[in-house]
């Protein structure tokens, strides 16, 4: 199993090398990144870098709370474990939809059992595609677009993460057929999901972390059509429709 990458942020020195040294003994493997406020890990975090976030509530500064409601602006799902002495915030764990409330002090057990959430989630967020002939697990949610370059596809993630791997789009695209992609070029295949805007001078999708997928001229009706139709699909939903 690929290592899961957590962030722990916790002010108190000694608290935080002991939920390190508990997330380092999981029965997974785990990389640890480590913060000593919600500012360094604001400043650090990039979407898509972390499989889960534990989060001390009391901090100095920037709280826990404000950290993940910033954190939520950029990823909705991601796992957030609030690690705190005192149950007050309950109700913002429940707003923020924080998987874990974890109270202090922590134990390994509770570690654990977070930690088997993280890895849940990413395998519930991951597809097995296979190309050539080669089976391959995909974060698709987590996938900006794929591009064709010669003999490979390269797979952009958030975060300007990538991987790349032998195989062509036209044996991709049928296998994200339930997933809100969009061939938008012969050499792109967008993920819909990750779009905020189309440009209509350079051709391109722009999105959300600042990466761009092109579209063709000829394709570009469609792609604004394709784009608007999945953003009313998301509109129905949050309605209740």
């Known amino acids: 199993m690929e290592e899961l990458k957590l962030a722990i942020c916790e002010d108190d ?3 935080l090398e002991r939920l390190t040294r508990l997330a380092e003994t999981a029965p997974v493997p785990v990389s640890v990144t480590a913060f000593e406020s919600g500012e360094a890990f604001l400043k650090d ?10 989060m001390d509530i009391y901090m100095g500064g920037i709280s826990g709370v404000e950290a993940v409601r910033r954190l939520r602006e950029q990823e909705p799902e991601l796992p957030v474990a609030f690690v705190t002495s005192s149950k ?3 109700l913002d764990g429940y707003r923020l939809k924080v998987a874990k409330y974890i109270e202090k ?3 390994k057990e509770d570690m654990d059992g977070a930690i088997a ?3 849940q989630w990413r395998e519930q967020a991951s597809v097995e595609v296979v190309l050539q002939g080669r089976k391959l697990s995909l974060p698709v949610n987590r996938l900006v677009f794929a591009e064709q ?3 490979y596809l390269l797979f952009c993630f958030e975060g300007g993460v990538t991987r790349q791997a032998k195989g062509r789009l ?6 994200l057929a339930g997933f809100p992609f969009f061939r938008s070029h012969k050499s792109y295949l967008a993920n819909l999901s990750h779009v905020v805007g189309i440009d209509r001078e350079l051709l391109l999708f722009r999105m959300k972390d600042g990466q761009g997928a092109y579209i063709r001229r000829d394709r570009l009706k469609k792609a604004k059509d394709a784009w608007e139709d999945w953003l009313f699909a998301q509109a129905r939903k949050g309605d209740g429709l």
Do not use: C
Not at 45 to 54: S, V, W
Not at 170 to 175: G, I, S, T
């Open 88 to 90: 007050d915030h309950a």
């Open 105 to 107: 002090p922590v134990t």
């Open 149 to 151: 370059r010669a003999h």
């Open 13 to 15: 020195k000694e608290e």
């Open 117 to 119: 959430l993280a890895a």
């Open 45 to 54: 975090y990039l979407p898509g870098r972390f499989d889960m976030i534990f």
């Open 170 to 175: 036209d044996e991709l695209e049928p296998q």
